[in-house]
């Protein structure tokens, strides 16, 4: 079974300062991927940034990276210089493999986060 | 970019009614899925799709969801019988491209379909 935790219900940041949004995963599998994807207010889900289980490198996406610590099972998105536009919800999910061997793609509950002027 | 077409984007009904949601994947994508969303929650998973068949539904997928890839470019979604708490925004998904890089791995994500159950 796998399974993503975001614990940040809410998350406020002042525009121009960083901001974390945490996520930890748990999977039995040894291939996977992780995903961040932001939900505006309008509804629709926009694809942020993605790191496989095997990437050496931390996954960087202009604005936006992904911490990932393997053995500690994180992947925390890291949304440098904040603007006002980033304020949304957002959700880490993950890629694995169901038991009969299929892709399976689970979601957290999402962090609000808001971005303060 | 490919984009994942849902229709329609706004859908009410009543009660015990039957609904279609309909999807247009991406054309070479081998993975499909539906997900819903009820109003600021978090976005659930009902069911994947593989090589025309099911290869996972969660407990939320019971007996009156269905899909259906009807001609090789449509998925649907059914819902046989709407209840109530129905009502929620679903999203069509589809990932895989076998034709493209193997990091090619992001889900692309329709825009969505507000289902209203009255």
């Known amino acids: 079974a796998q399974k993503i935790t975001q614990t940040q219900p809410g998350m406020f940041v002042q525009e121009k300062e960083a901001v974390t949004l945490d996520c930890t995963y748990d999977?039995?599998?040894?291939?996977?991927?992780l995903f961040w994807y932001k939900q505006p207010s309008s509804g629709e889900m926009i694809f942020l940034i993605y790191?496989?289980?095997?990437?050496?490198q931390n996954a960087t996406e202009g604005r936006y990276s992904l911490n990932f610590q393997k053995a500690r099972k994180s992947a925390n998105l890291v949304i440098s210089a904040s603007q006002l536009g980033d304020s949304a919800m957002y959700f880490c999910?993950?890629?694995?493999?169901?038991?009969?061997?299929?892709?399976?793609?689970?979601f957290g509950i999402g962090t609000k986060l808001q971005v303060i002027p | 970019e490919p984009e994942v077409t849902q229709t329609p984007s706004h859908q009410v009904t009543q009660m015990g009614q039957e609904v279609i949601l309909r999807c247009v994947p991406i054309?070479?994508?081998?993975?499909f899925y539906w997900y819903r969303q009820i109003l600021g929650q978090k976005v659930e998973f009902l069911v994947s799709?593989?090589?025309?068949?099911?290869?996972?539904k969660s407990e939320i997928f019971d007996d009156q969801f269905s899909v259906e890839r009807p001609d090789g470019s449509n998925f649907t979604l059914k819902i046989r019988s709407t209840k109530l708490e129905d009502s929620a925004m679903y999203f069509c998904?589809?990932?895989?491209?076998?034709?493209?890089?193997?990091?090619?791995?992001?889900?692309?994500f329709g825009s969505g379909t507000q289902l209203s159950v009255l």
């Open positions: 999977t039995s599998d040894q291939s996977y991927g």
């Open positions: 054309s070479n994508h081998l993975y």
């Open positions: 999910a993950m890629r694995g493999l169901n038991s009969g061997g299929y892709q399976k793609v689970t």
């Open positions: 790191q496989g289980s095997y990437d050496e």
């Open positions: 799709f593989y090589n025309n068949e099911i290869s996972e």
């Open positions: 998904a589809s990932s895989v491209n076998l034709r493209g890089p193997s990091t090619n791995e992001k889900l692309f």
